[in-house]
């Protein structure tokens, strides 16, 4: 059965820090890797990871994976308080499905 | 412009109920998915739909059923709801190999 676990499950840090999220995880058939950003409500979509080794950007926000080892990372850069939420990491092995670790709640004070 | 809607938003109802949330999603997306949040479990998959007809249980699927009757809704029914099925839940919609998109959720309480 596909494991996802994410470290740390929470995080504390100011304006400006840099953080750096991961998820590991177990798969029989990988397809597909995604982060999600959920704040009040709704996860919404980050990034899919596909490949290992090719960064995925998008302005403070990268995320990358490494299929031999088994992981992934987010990193924020240049923090901000609007960057509090919970980041979910998800695993799709097979046909849409996705498995989801326990979340990271990060929390940026100003 | 496409999107999913769930509702109700907020239920509180009592130990033993039948209840039913319901999810309506206009992207005309094949999958349809229920998750429900805890604190500490992130999302963890109930019950899910790959089609007309189709659904298949998740890894927390006891006490939750669905049936899927046309491609835009997926209501999910608590048959005697418990308090452990305290939660909030999200639906969520997707093609087979890109993102899935998610519903505002169903924040229900049952005491």
């Known amino acids: 059965e596909d494991k996802v676990v994410q470290s740390p499950l929470s995080l504390v840090v100011h304006e400006g820090d840099t953080v750096t999220l991961n998820c590991s995880y177990e798969v029989t058939n990988f397809r597909s890797l995604l982060w999600y950003k959920q704040e009040k409500k709704a996860p919404t979509f980050l990034f899919m990871l596909t490949s290992s080794g090719i960064e995925k950007k998008s302005g403070r926000l990268s995320s990358i994976l490494d299929k031999k080892e088994l992981f992934s990372i987010l990193n924020i850069t240049a923090t901000q308080t609007g960057d509090s939420a919970i980041y979910l990491c998800a695993l799709r092995e097979s046909y849409g499905k996705l498995t989801f670790g326990q979340g990271t709640i990060l929390t940026v004070h100003p | 412009d496409a999107e999913i809607t769930q509702s109700p938003r907020h239920k509180i109802t009592e130990t033993g109920r039948q209840v039913t949330l319901a999810c309506h999603q206009t992207?005309?997306?094949?999958?349809m998915f229920w998750y429900r949040q805890d604190l500490g479990h992130g999302l963890r998959l109930i019950h899910y739909?790959?089609?007309?007809?189709?659904?298949n249980k998740g890894e927390v699927s006891d006490g939750y059923s669905v049936s899927r009757s046309n491609t835009e809704d997926l209501p999910l029914t608590l048959e005697s709801a418990a308090s452990s099925q305290t939660s909030v839940y999200f639906c969520a919609s997707g093609d087979r190999a890109g993102e899935l998109f998610f519903g505002e959720g169903s924040r229900l309480t049952v005491l």
């Open positions: 992207w005309n997306h094949n999958n």
């Open positions: 739909s790959y089609g007309v007809q189709d659904t």
